[in-house]
């Protein structure tokens, strides 16, 4: 079965621009979580969509959005890029039914803003 | 999410035990424990999770103490491809729709040698 696929796998912006990243959950998997990576340090949550609907936003600016497909497949927008959004952005899926659906990542995408 | 500690790196030779210590003194009874790892340019593996009894799986096994303020993970037979940051968290499962936050220390280093 498929992982978690995230698209595209590097991507280079310029201050100011704006990037859409995308996120295909494994098949059934109904959650879908969006989290970044600064180099050195562990993964900071940004969103979690589940059917659809945000579930839950960490400490992020507004200029991060997202949302989920009917596929379950979803985007992570972000808006006016600055030099500290070069990160790595990775996408976890889960069934979300039970304690033992543990999250399963992607790969990520590696943005970097210059 | 209760706080988790854990030690910076740990070295550990090939075919030998990796034990790797959490500290999650905090933790409330409705938190389980779970690890992840994360190799250079991937995104997280899950490896095992738990909430008051041991657990084994084809990669490692969970020893988590009786008053579960501390666990361990056990890498049985570590190969040079355990080489990697290990992430103990300590997470509620909301349950039913939602589960899709971790919180992510800075984990330990592990690196198995020759």
């Known amino acids: 079965d498929a992982g978690v696929t995230q698209s595209p796998t590097h991507l280079i912006k310029t201050r100011g621009q704006h990037v859409t990243l995308r996120c295909s959950p494994i098949s059934g998997h109904k959650s879908v979580s969006w989290y970044q990576q600064v180099l050195g340090q562990g993964p900071q949550f940004i969103f979690q969509?589940?059917?659809?609907?945000?579930?839950g936003r960490g400490n992020f600016p507004d200029r991060f959005s997202a949302r989920q497909f009917p596929n379950y497949s979803s985007e992570l927008n972000v808006n006016a890029l600055l030099l500290g959004d070069s990160a790595l952005y990775l996408c976890?899926?889960?069934?979300?039914?039970?304690?033992?659906?543990?999250?399963?990542f992607g790969n990520g995408t590696r943005l970097t803003v210059t | 999410d209760a706080k988790t500690t854990q030690p910076p790196s740990m070295d550990c030779a090939e075919g030998r035990a990796a034990n790797l210590p959490c500290n999650h003194s905090t933790i409330s009874g409705n938190e389980y424990v779970y690890w992840y790892r994360q190799i250079h340019s991937q995104g997280p593996q899950y490896i095992i999770h738990?909430?008051?009894n041991n657990e084994t799986n084809e990669m490692a096994s969970l020893i988590i103490t009786e008053d579960r303020k501390s666990s361990t993970l056990i890498l049985p037979h570590a190969t040079l491809r355990d080489t990697a940051v290990y992430y103990c968290?300590?997470?509620?499962?909301?349950?039913?729709?939602?589960?899709?936050?971790?919180?992510f220390g800075q984990g330990t280093i592990l690196t198995v040698h020759p």
């Open positions: 976890a899926s889960t069934s979300g039914s039970s304690y033992n659906s543990p999250l399963h």
């Open positions: 968290i300590a997470a509620a499962f909301a349950g039913g729709t939602s589960y899709g936050k971790l919180t």
């Open positions: 738990g909430l008051k």
């Open positions: 969509y589940y059917e659809k609907e945000e579930r």
